[in-house]
T-cell receptor, first 111, second 113 residues
Framework: QKEVEQNSGPLSVPEGAIASLNCTYSDRVSQSFFWYRQYSGKSPELIMSIYSNGDKEDGRFTAQLNKASQYVSLLIRDSQPSDSATYLCAVNMFNNNDMRFGAGTRLTVKP | GAVVSQHPSRVICKSGTSVKIECRSLDFQATTMFWYRQFPKQSLMLMATSNEGSKATYEQGVEKDKFLINHASLTLSTLTVTSAHPEDSSFYIC?????????FGSGTRLTVV
């Protein structure tokens, strides 16, 4: 089982719709969870971090964490073409001082 | 927020030569930095953890004699790809952690011809 799993997509949504990105992780005692956005040829940029169960909202983005199910998601409301990118789920494993990434979900927002 | 500077952004080198990539934390001290590699359409793969003042910790399958890491100060880590071959062509990215948040450098696109 991979440490961090994501559906690779591609995920295509129309402009203005809600995009839902999902991620599961294997290490039950993981503490920190992150969503990064990566445009083609660029390095990842942090969108959201979440540490506690529940929802965390920041503008059009909402991160959801369920530690019991080992599941973290990212919702993007009012999707824009500029949101088209690969979204990486990252988990800071409890026993490691580093972060593990999922394979990423490629999102395309069509005008 | 924290800024991590990575240089060069692109490099083309001949097969058999060595290439050095620098990663600097500009406004904070980083005792630990991380080096990732990303092949086209694949995710980031951790290569090694760079520790200031001590040896780097390499992930399984990463050759430590080929990918030399030096972390001589609290703001600078370098990755040297020695005797580069075309299969080493990739996107190399460093990151540093401050306050639990990981910030990435802008990445280095290495092409070995």
């Amino acid at each position: 089982q991979k440490e961090v799993e994501q559906n690779s997509g591609p995920l295509s949504v129309p402009e203005g719709a809600i995009a839902s990105l999902n991620c599961t992780y294997s290490d039950r005692v993981s503490q920190s969870f992150f969503w990064y956005r990566q445009y083609s040829g660029k390095s990842p940029e942090l969108i959201m971090s979440i540490y506690s169960n529940g929802d965390k909202e920041d503008g059009r983005f909402t991160a959801q964490l369920n530690k019991a199910s080992q599941y973290v998601s990212l919702l993007i409301r009012d999707s824009q073409p500029s949101d088209s990118a690969t979204y990486l789920c990252a988990v800071n494993m409890f026993n490691n001082n580093d972060m593990r990434f999922g394979a990423g979900t490629r999102l395309t927002v069509k005008p | 927020g924290a800024v991590v500077s990575q240089h060069p952004s692109r490099v083309i080198c001949k097969s058999g030569t060595s290439v050095k990539i620098e990663c600097r934390s500009l406004d904070f001290q980083a005792t630990t930095m991380f080096w990732y590699r990303q092949f086209p359409k694949q995710s980031l793969m951790l290569m090694a953890t760079s520790n200031e003042g001590s040896k780097a910790t390499y992930e399984q399958g990463v050759e430590k004699d080929k990918f030399l890491i030096n972390h001589a100060s609290l703001t600078l880590s370098t990755l040297t790809v020695t005797s580069a071959h075309p299969e080493d062509s990739s996107f190399y990215i460093c990151s540093a952690r401050q306050g639990g948040v990981y910030t990435f450098g802008s990445g280095t696109r290495l092409t070995v011809v």
